[in-house]
């Protein structure tokens, strides 16, 4: 007799669907916040800029993976990451907008280039053929 379908079955039972959502969404926002952090660590005084950005690959990364669910912690991360190095003591409009317009490009960014990879490159793929490799690696950059 097979039971894996059963409401009562104890296999079945486990975190609620919302708090499974928070739990991804706090995850993806902490991964790009301590990304952002150590990609911080790679820019050159004085600018505020690096060669290279971990919290992008970790953006697409989760828009691949989660889709949609995944913009809400992409936002928050980036938003923190952001304002911790704008913010310095002081509170202006000026300081607190400024990283959100920051999280209008990261969320098109990563919104835009996942759903380039899904049509161009067919994620999920296995990568298996160099066209599909090719396709990726040029989306993705």
Do not use: C
């Not at 971990?54 to 993976?65: D, F, H, Q, R, T």
């Not at 490159?121 to 296995?126: E, Q």
């Amino acid at each position: 007799m097979d039971l894996s379908n059963h409401p009562k079955n104890p296999m079945k039972i486990g975190m609620p669907k919302s708090l499974k959502l928070l739990g991804a969404i706090l995850l993806v926002a902490l991964g790009y916040w301590l990304s952002a952090s150590l990609g911080h660590l790679l820019s050159a005084p004085p600018v505020y800029g690096s060669a290279v950005w971990p919290p992008a690959g970790v953006a697409l990364g989760a828009a691949l993976i989660w889709g949609k669910k995944s913009l809400l912690g992409i936002a928050l991360g980036a938003y923190f990451a952001n304002a911790q190095i704008i913010l310095n003591g002081s509170m202006t409009w000026t300081e607190i907008m400024l990283p959100a317009g920051i999280v209008v490009g990261v969320l098109l960014q990563s919104g835009i280039v996942a759903s380039l990879i899904r049509r161009w490159a067919g994620f999920p793929s296995l990568l298996n053929e160099p066209k599909n490799v090719t396709r990726f690696l040029l989306l993705a950059g």
